[in-house]
């Protein structure tokens, strides 16, 4: 069973950045497609983007052009760049796999992006 850990949140301007880092307990080479969500408060879970093991990405139109994901299998995790933030960027951000697949959620990482 594979447990996710999120790191790398915090308090940003609007306009800043941050590196998001999602390390995996076990190998993740065999997740086809990993991905990132995002529960801002009062609101649904939602999917940001995924990336699959040959490295192909898809983004909801919000992360377009401004969050990038990668992951690197050797070392069994997934990153999210994410430039440009914006108050509406702001949310507990979690990693898993693309439908979601392992429960519990990992504890995710708080990202506060400030006006």
């Known amino acids: 069973q594979v447990q996710l850990v999120e790191s790398g949140g915090g308090l940003v301007q609007a306009g800043g950045s941050l590196r998001l880092s999602c390390a995996a307990s076990g190998s993740i080479f065999s997740i086809n497609v990993m991905g990132w969500y995002r529960q801002a408060p009062g609101k649904q879970r939602e999917l940001v983007a995924g990336?699959?093991?040959?490295?192909?990405?898809s983004y909801v139109d919000f992360a377009k052009g401004r969050f990038t994901i990668s992951r690197d299998n050797a070392k069994n995790t997934v990153y999210l760049q994410m430039n440009s933030l914006k108050p509406e960027d702001t949310a507990v951000y979690y990693c898993?796999?693309?439908?979601?697949?392992?429960?519990?959620w990992g504890q995710g990482t708080q990202v506060t992006v400030s006006s």
């Open positions: 898993n796999s693309v439908p979601p697949r392992y429960d519990p």
């Open positions: 990336i699959s093991s040959g490295g192909r990405t």
